[in-house]
């Protein structure tokens, strides 16, 4: 019995079960009135009686409801299992209890799709058995005449049950019926072989989509369990992949040769992340799938062979304690204080009593010597004397311990991964980037990306993530509740360093992961320019200038990821730079929408019960995700991309910035002497240039180069200056900050 069928048996005897759950409340009208799902006294809680919600429950204070089933769970804190098992010994049904369906032949069982077309019999059906082999539903093919719009026929495939007699109570107990209905309540779509499963529970599982290529996969390689679900890959989101949950054999996953039968395969791995997907030949017929001949050049075991596991990051290894705890105590110069190793292998700040003491704890004699001198007091003073440690204190991606001069007083802890479903939050990501493919495998392989980074303490380039969106749609949750633990849970704000707005960025060093969330938007165009300028030099330079306040600058070599998000109005999309061409690979720019969570309950309560149940799973799965040849680029691991509306929508918002970029890319590439003529030169000269398509993009009519230079003379007049002689305007443009002019040589 389903979930459902149980959920439906359960309304029938709602009153009863109301007064046995919920003794404190009453009856007022057609519901059932009390505190919460506890069974205190109240009237916050609402159980439909009778009506077409009969068996549904609403709880107004707490913001949540479901079914009886879910209200039974939450009265006493049991699983869903464990729920189950409450109901059937409340309606006295046996755990083993199940109606035996009659003989029947689907075959010779006629369907009628409307009242006017009436089904041809069957032409296959493919039984669907239970996991002890009996069979209470078939998926039937139906093969339909010739019409006006399809002259040539058509097929048709639709699910037969073993179900109660429609539009009567569900009664667990009565005679059932083979009926022509489908699958409706989530996860309940079943999967084809379930039997097998239970019956081999050693071989390896090889999941296919549809029946037929099920039946001929299993002649192929007989030694695995191949199975799939009904419904194709339209409803792989809704199989009921339960017993594969706790399978400890491999399980491999063939998709068919097209784009639906790939993202069916890639949503199945995400909700079994020790699966293992197989790569299909580019050169293979569109559509083509095991049923199907199979190429002469094709070897399929060669293909279901070289589905192995997934590559697996190398964990780093902190730097180990050494054997003589007493190598473990250091001085920093900078703070006058004293470091050492604490139980958990970070690194603690003591005073020089304390390192005293720690010395005479370890066995250091404090017998004085003739010239009144201990053995303490002479390493205290070495020590402090001989020192060579320049930076004591945390270091983004890197485990504590001493690494030549500098020395990391704290780990690195990313969220360990653990295998388990994380379906939901992979869900909650792809509805929260509108459902486009293009945006989502970019946010999961920066973030695969990113955390393999901390994890192995290995540097490398990579971009910033830029999420733009309208308010209230998740991007800062995004950011804060997910990214930041899975890279080690510890966040800076960088905004006010990289917009120029400080010089001083130490606070930035002790953490993985940067963010600028929702920043007012800059008002000139230094400070974008500045953080454009940061951008390419904090995450696509190893070595950084780290300059805490009152201390001198170090050079630290911290493994960062940064993430920007923003809101879509106009003004606020301009806290993101001028994007230049030199800009355009550095950036990864997605677009954010509001969306309805898919699952039943407050908001509030969902995110937080996704965090706390999919987090760690979803940490293992990104753990487990290589890059596709596809989107491969070499210095960051990945392509960058940019929503092409968000794009659009910032060139036409700042013409101008573009015009900086190409200026600084293409005039002051090798030459840094000031810049002088008119409009139609400078335009001229841009359009020659290997940046002809940025320039005639934004070059839309004749008089745009003077436009956007007067725009720029208002906004940075030292740099963009002008004259006028002769009716004629010419202009003097200097070489950006930083650069040392030699314009008078």
């Known amino acids: 019995m389903t979930l459902t069928e149980l959920s439906d048996a359960l309304s029938v005897r709602v009153a009863e079960l109301c007064s046995q759950l919920l003794p404190a409340g009453r009856q007022v009208g057609p519901q059932w009135i009390v505190g919460n799902v506890f069974g205190d006294a109240g009237d916050s809680l609402y159980v439909e009686l009778s009506g077409p919600k009969q068996g549904l429950w609403y709880d107004h204070a707490a913001g949540q409801g479901g079914d009886l089933l879910e209200l039974i769970g939450q009265h006493h804190v049991y699983s869903k299992a464990q729920s189950a098992q409450w109901a059937r010994e409340f309606l006295g049904i046996r755990d083993d209890y199940q109606p035996e369906p009659r003989r029947f032949d689907p075959l010779k069982h006629g369907h009628r799709n409307d009242a006017s077309q009436p089904y041809r019999y069957g032409s296959a059906a493919w039984p669907y058995p239970d996991a002890d082999g009996a069979i209470y539903a078939y998926v039937v093919r139906f093969d339909l005449p010739a019409t006006p719009e399809h002259p040539n026929g058509s097929k048709d495939v639709r699910p037969l049950r073993f179900l109660p007699p429609e539009n009567q109570p569900p009664d667990p107990l009565n005679p059932r019926h083979w009926r022509w209905k489908g699958w409706t309540a989530p996860d309940d779509v079943p999967l084809f072989n379930l039997h097998l499963l239970a019956r081999r529970p050693t071989d390896p599982v090889l999941i296919v989509e549809g029946e037929k290529t099920a039946i001929a996969a299993a002649k192929l390689f007989p030694s695995h369990v191949v199975i799939t679900w009904q419904g194709g890959s339209k409803r792989i989101q809704r199989a009921a992949i339960d017993p594969l949950l706790t399978r400890d054999t491999p399980i491999i996953l063939w998709p068919d040769a097209d784009k639906p039968g790939r993202d069916a395969m890639i949503y199945l791995k995400a909700r079994l992340p020790s699966s293992r997907l197989v790569s299909l030949p580019a050169t293979l017929p569109e559509g083509w799938d095991l049923a199907d001949p199979i190429p002469a050049d094709v070897s399929i075991q060669g293909l279901l062979d070289a589905a192995g596991d997934p590559p697996r990051p190398v964990q780093a290894e902190p730097v180990p304690a050494s054997p003589n705890p007493l190598d473990d105590l250091h001085y920093d110069p900078n703070s006058g204080q004293w470091w050492t190793r604490n139980l958990w292998g970070d690194y603690a700040q003591i005073n020089g009593d304390r390192a005293r003491t720690f010395l005479l704890e370890s066995g250091v004699s404090h017998v004085k010597d003739e010239t009144g001198t201990?053995?303490?007091?002479?390493?205290?003073?070495?020590?402090?004397?001989?020192?060579?440690?320049?930076?004591?204190?945390?270091?983004?991606?890197?485990?504590?311990?001493?690494?030549?001069?500098?020395?990391?007083?704290?780990?690195?802890?990313?969220?360990?991964?653990?295998?388990?479903?994380?379906?939901?939050?992979?869900?909650?990501?792809?509805?929260?980037?509108?459902?486009?493919?293009?945006?989502?495998?970019?946010?999961?392989?920066?973030?695969?990306?990113?955390?393999?980074?901390?994890?192995?303490?290995?540097?490398?380039?990579?971009?910033?993530?830029?999420?733009?969106?309208?308010?209230?749609?998740?991007?800062?949750?995004?950011?804060?509740?997910?990214?930041?633990?899975?890279?080690?849970?510890r966040i800076a704000k960088p905004y006010r360093y990289m917009s120029g707005a400080t010089d001083f960025n130490g606070d930035l060093f002790a953490?993985?992961?940067?963010?600028?969330?929702?920043?007012?938007?800059?008002?000139?165009?230094?400070?974008?320019?500045?953080?454009?300028?940061?951008?390419?030099?904090?995450?696509?330079?190893?070595?950084?200038?780290?300059?805490?306040?009152?201390?001198?600058?170090?050079?630290?070599?911290?493994?960062?990821?940064?993430?920007?998000?923003?809101?879509?109005?106009?003004?606020?999309?301009?806290?993101?730079?001028?994007?230049?061409?030199?800009?355009?690979?550095?950036?990864?720019?997605?677009?954010?929408?509001?969306?309805?969570?898919?699952?039943?309950?407050?908001?509030?309560?969902?995110?937080?019960?996704?965090l706390q149940t999919e987090l760690q799973p979803f940490a293992h799965y990104l753990d487990g995700l290589v890059v596709p040849e596809h989107l491969v680029e070499p210095r960051c691991g990945l392509k960058a991309y940019q929503h092409p509306a968000i794009l659009e929508e910032l060139m036409q918002l700042s013409p101008e910035h573009q015009l900086v970029g190409l200026i600084d890319t293409v005039i002051f590439e090798n030459e840094f002497l000031i810049?002088?003529?008119t409009a139609a030169d400078l335009e001229t000269a841009l359009r020659d240039s290997k940046y002809a398509r940025e320039a005639d993009r934004l070059f839309r009519f004749n008089t745009a180069c003077g436009v956007y230079l007067a725009r720029l003379h208002e906004q940075d007049p030292e740099r963009f200056t002008k004259t006028k002689s002769n009716g004629k305007v010419r202009w003097a443009i200097s070489p950006p900050a930083g650069v040392n002019s030699n314009a008078w040589a």
């Open 374 to 489: 201990s053995e303490v007091d002479r390493q205290l003073l070495r020590r402090t004397r001989d020192t060579l440690i320049e930076y004591a204190g945390p270091l983004a991606g890197h485990r504590a311990g001493l690494y030549g001069t500098i020395l990391v007083t704290r780990s690195v802890v990313p969220l360990p991964g653990a295998p388990g479903d994380c379906s939901r939050i992979l869900t909650y990501i792809h509805n929260l980037l509108d459902q486009n493919d293009d945006q989502y495998w970019r946010i999961i392989y920066w973030l695969a990306l990113r955390r393999q980074a901390v994890l192995t303490g290995t540097w490398r380039s990579s971009q910033a993530l830029a999420l733009v969106g309208p308010a209230a749609c998740g991007k800062s949750f995004l950011q804060s509740a997910v990214i930041t633990p899975l890279l080690g849970g």
């Open 675 to 677: 810049w002088r003529g």
């Open 511 to 610: 953490s993985e992961h940067l963010a600028i969330e929702d920043e007012a938007p800059g008002r000139d165009i230094h400070s974008r320019r500045a953080l454009g300028s940061n951008i390419k030099s904090m995450l696509f330079a190893q070595n950084q200038s780290c300059h805490p306040k009152n201390r001198q600058a170090i050079t630290l070599r911290p493994i960062w990821a940064m993430s920007i998000s923003l809101n879509d109005e106009p003004e606020n999309l301009q806290v993101l730079p001028p994007l230049d061409p030199s800009l355009l690979d550095k950036l990864i720019i997605l677009r954010c929408v509001r969306h309805t969570l898919p699952w039943p309950g407050d908001e509030i309560t969902v995110l937080k019960d996704i």
